[in-house]
């Protein structure tokens, strides 16, 4: 199927992939070795509230470093778990997680940022950042989900946290 955000760029979206990558477990330097070693443009905070008790990892901060390695970053706050979400999924309750974040994807907001990020994702490498290190366990997959499908890229989840932080899970 072809669409918008193909059409935009020559249908060169399925030459690349989106990213995806949590930082627990991990110090910014390890995060920035992995973006750098997937040839990364544009981390994309998916954090409904970016802030960290690793400092590093705050929106400022994490800002900087990015800078300072020359990868572009952006917070999109429409595509990040909200409360009541983030509360089910730290309860174990991951039926009430999945439907809160279900909910909130169908919201304006969010789906105009899904079509923003799938046109991003289709013009430069870019990784999809939250907290959790597995992604089967993090909103950012169904994100990533949300996106890939309207682009046709597919998703690759990197880790910063160990020395093969390239593999490739599911």
Do not use: W
């Amino acid at each position: 199927m072809v669409n918008s955000a193909m059409l935009a760029l020559g249908g060169s979206t399925l030459q690349r992939a989106l990213y995806t990558i949590g930082y627990q477990g991990a110090q910014i330097g390890d995060l920035i070795n992995a973006l750098r070693a997937a040839g990364i443009q544009c981390l994309v905070d998916v954090r409904e509230a970016p802030i960290s008790r690793k400092r590093d990892f705050a929106k400022s901060r994490l800002a900087a470093h990015l800078q300072d390695a020359r990868i572009g970053y952006r917070h999109v706050r429409a595509l990040g778990n909200p409360k009541t979400g983030r509360d089910a999924a730290r309860a174990g309750d991951v039926e009430s997680y999945r439907a809160i974040f279900s909910r909130h994807m169908e919201s304006p907001p969010a789906r105009a940022a899904v079509q923003e990020m799938a046109q991003l994702a289709a013009a430069e490498r870019s990784c999809l950042l939250c907290l959790e290190r597995d992604p089967r366990h993090c909103h950012r997959s169904i994100v990533a989900d949300r996106i890939t499908a309207l682009n046709g890229q597919q998703t690759k989840h990197l880790f910063a946290d160990t020395a093969s932080d390239q593999q490739e899970l599911l």
